[in-house]
């Protein structure tokens, strides 16, 4: 009997073992956690607010700020409406930030981190992410990685809302009219290169020409590579990743014709066979296509690769949501990103077509549905390489833009790679140092 009344005891304190301890001793346990203090949730005011959101970059249509934004926020909270403001001659963010007019929430690719940290407005999330219990496993683990680099001035920069990812499209009528096998999953870019020399020839009056690689500092992105050391600041161009991507970069555009090659090349003028870009935009300008009554014949394959970067496409571009220190609405600021982030909001995206930043797999396995360019095209592709993180410090913003704007010199063959790397090197340190002189 005395064993049937300890067990009875024993199963009796086990609901409450979280709340207080079971003590056959002192007696304290059960009164010590009565008193153990609770925090009450935090009220959030109901009362009427506009908040602005500021589009700083990446791709978001008036009609889809309505569809992710707008809509759903309305629908959980009547009484938060939400003004767009996008950059532009007149709202420059800096011009903003100046003026008073700061936003309440910035909307913009993850790359442009510095200009928001050097602009002084960036608020840490880390405190609403945990009063709020927003579970971040819930996000593709690379999309929070990459916003990790900031720490510990910002343990929480932003949140990622979705990210792009990289392909290589091709155009099934050109390969078709020279019956050239089209593109397959898990190339090498030697690969691709040999099937851009089997179809770069001119019939009639045009000339058929092989690829679009995007900028440059796009395809390096793949090697992940820095553009300046993080210790020093020093530009590091002349690494063996750097040389290794530029020479690359060279070899497609020294396929016959290939020099002039631009966007318009693969959707208006159609007369490049293939585009190794990224998602968001392409899906845009090919439904924008078929809504024209001219749809582009296209498929796409997953991105290729180096025999250094297998199972990589170019580097994350995620589109992050970053709150303004400056707000004097920040609870109802993360009331938005908690909506936008949300599994029925991400499965709209990605119903559409635009990768979800949460790694539910039926997020996944609804992808593009929605979207009738996407139907009957390799989808799967997308989801066999994992985009690597390329972290961005102070100054590497400075040596992107720059190296996009001097790569027209190792295209046109006025610089051999090791000599455009050079300059650009050399070039960059001043642009580092101007930069260094004015924060001074």
Same mark, same amino acid.
């Given at each position: 009997?005395?064993?049937?009344?300890?067990?009875?005891?024993?199963?009796?304190?086990?609901?409450?073992?979280?709340?207080?301890?079971?003590?056959?001793?002192?007696?304290?346990?059960?009164?010590?956690?009565?008193?153990?203090?609770?925090?009450?949730?935090?009220?959030?005011?109901?009362?009427?607010?506009?908040?602005?959101?500021?589009?700083?970059?990446?791709?978001?249509?008036?009609?889809?700020?309505?569809?992710?934004?707008?809509?759903?926020?309305?629908?959980?909270?009547?009484?938060l409406t939400l003004k767009?403001?996008?950059?532009?001659?007149?709202?420059?963010?800096?011009?903003?930030?100046?003026?008073?007019?700061?936003?309440d929430l910035i909307y913009?690719?993850?790359?442009?981190?510095?200009?928001?940290?050097?602009?002084?407005?960036?608020?840490?999330?880390?405190?609403?992410?945990?009063?709020?219990?927003?579970?971040?496993?819930?996000?593709?683990?690379?999309?929070?990685?990459?916003?990790?680099?900031?720490?510990?001035?910002?343990?929480?920069?932003?949140?990622?809302?979705?990210?792009?990812?990289?392909?290589?499209?091709?155009?099934?009528?050109?390969?078709?009219?020279?019956?050239?096998?089209?593109?397959?999953?898990?190339?090498?870019?030697?690969?691709?290169?040999?099937?851009?020399?089997?179809?770069?020839?001119?019939?009639?009056?045009?000339?058929?020409?092989?690829?679009?690689?995007?900028?440059?500092?796009?395809?390096?992105?793949?090697?992940?590579?820095?553009?300046?050391?993080?210790?020093?600041?020093?530009?590091?161009?002349?690494?063996?990743?750097?040389?290794?991507?530029?020479?690359?970069?060279?070899?497609?555009?020294?396929?016959?014709?290939?020099?002039?090659?631009?966007?318009?090349?693969?959707?208006?003028?159609?007369?490049?066979?293939m585009y190794a870009g990224?998602?968001?935009?392409?899906?845009?300008?090919?439904?924008?296509?078929?809504?024209?009554?001219?749809?582009?014949?296209?498929?796409?394959?997953?991105?290729?690769?180096? #025999?250094?970067?297998?199972?990589?496409?170019?580097? @994350?571009?995620? +589109?992050? !949501? $970053?709150? &303004?220190?400056?707000? *004097?609405?920040?609870?109802?600021?993360?009331?938005?990103?908690?909506?936008?982030?949300?599994?029925?909001?991400?499965?709209?995206?990605?119903?559409?077509?635009?990768?979800?930043?949460?790694?539910?797999?039926?997020?996944?396995?609804?992808?593009?549905?929605?979207?009738?360019?996407?139907?009957?095209?390799?989808?799967?592709?997308?989801?066999?390489?994992?985009? #690597?993180?390329?972290?961005?410090?102070?100054?590497? @913003?400075?040596? +992107?833009? !720059? $190296?996009? &704007?001097?790569?027209? *010199?190792?295209?046109?063959?006025?610089?051999?790679?090791?000599?455009?790397?050079?300059?650009?090197?050399?070039?960059?340190?001043?642009?580092?140092?101007?930069?260094?002189?004015?924060?001074?």
């Amino acid at each position: 009997m005395r064993l049937w009344k300890k067990t009875m005891l024993f199963g009796l304190c086990l609901p409450v073992l979280a709340l207080s301890a079971c003590s056959s001793g002192s007696g304290t346990g059960g009164d010590q956690g009565d008193k153990t203090p609770t925090t009450a949730p935090k009220q959030i005011s109901n009362d009427p607010v506009t908040l602005t959101i500021y589009y700083y970059g990446g791709d978001l249509t008036d009609e889809e700020f309505q569809t992710y934004f707008v809509k759903p926020v309305g629908a959980k909270y009547p009484h938060l409406t939400l003004k767009l403001v996008r950059n532009a001659p007149g709202t420059k963010l800096e011009d903003l930030v100046a003026s008073g007019a700061t936003p309440d929430l910035i909307y913009s690719p993850k790359g442009y981190m510095e200009d928001f940290i050097g602009l002084s407005i960036v608020q840490d999330l880390d405190s609403f992410v945990r009063e709020q219990k927003m579970d971040l496993s819930r996000f593709e683990p690379v999309t929070i990685d990459s916003l990790k680099s900031y720490a510990p001035k910002y343990n929480m920069i932003a949140l990622p809302f979705s990210y792009n990812n990289s392909a290589l499209f091709y155009n099934k009528d050109i390969f078709d009219k020279f019956g050239v096998p089209y593109p397959v999953d898990k190339m090498t870019w030697d690969e691709v290169i040999e099937l851009g020399k089997r179809i770069s020839r001119k019939d009639g009056d045009t000339f058929y020409k092989a690829m679009y690689p995007s900028q440059i500092t796009q395809f390096a992105s793949q090697f992940a590579v820095p553009y300046t050391d993080p210790k020093t600041g020093a530009p590091t161009l002349e690494r063996d990743d750097w040389k290794k991507a530029a020479t690359y970069f060279k070899r497609i555009y020294d396929l016959p014709e290939n020099r002039g090659t631009k966007l318009n090349n693969f959707f208006v003028e159609r007369d490049v066979a293939m585009y190794a870009g990224v998602t968001t935009y392409t899906f845009g300008q090919v439904k924008e296509l078929m809504g024209k009554g001219t749809p582009l014949g296209w498929d796409m394959v997953s991105y290729p690769n180096f #025999p250094e970067t297998k199972g990589q496409s170019m580097a @994350l571009d995620s +589109l992050v !949501l $970053l709150m &303004t220190s400056t707000s *004097k609405y920040k609870d109802q600021v993360f009331r938005v990103m908690d909506v936008v982030t949300s599994n029925d909001s991400q499965l709209a995206l990605s119903k559409v077509g635009r990768m979800p930043a949460l790694k539910d797999p039926q997020l996944k396995a609804a992808f593009g549905s929605d979207n009738p360019a996407l139907q009957g095209k390799n989808v799967k592709s997308l989801f066999l390489n994992t985009p #690597p993180v390329q972290n961005l410090g102070q100054y590497d @913003l400075e040596v +992107l833009r !720059l $190296l996009n &704007t001097l790569q027209p *010199k190792l295209i046109n063959d006025e610089e051999d790679v090791n000599t455009f790397l050079r300059n650009a090197s050399e070039q960059a340190k001043l642009k580092i140092e101007e930069k260094k002189a004015a924060s001074r």
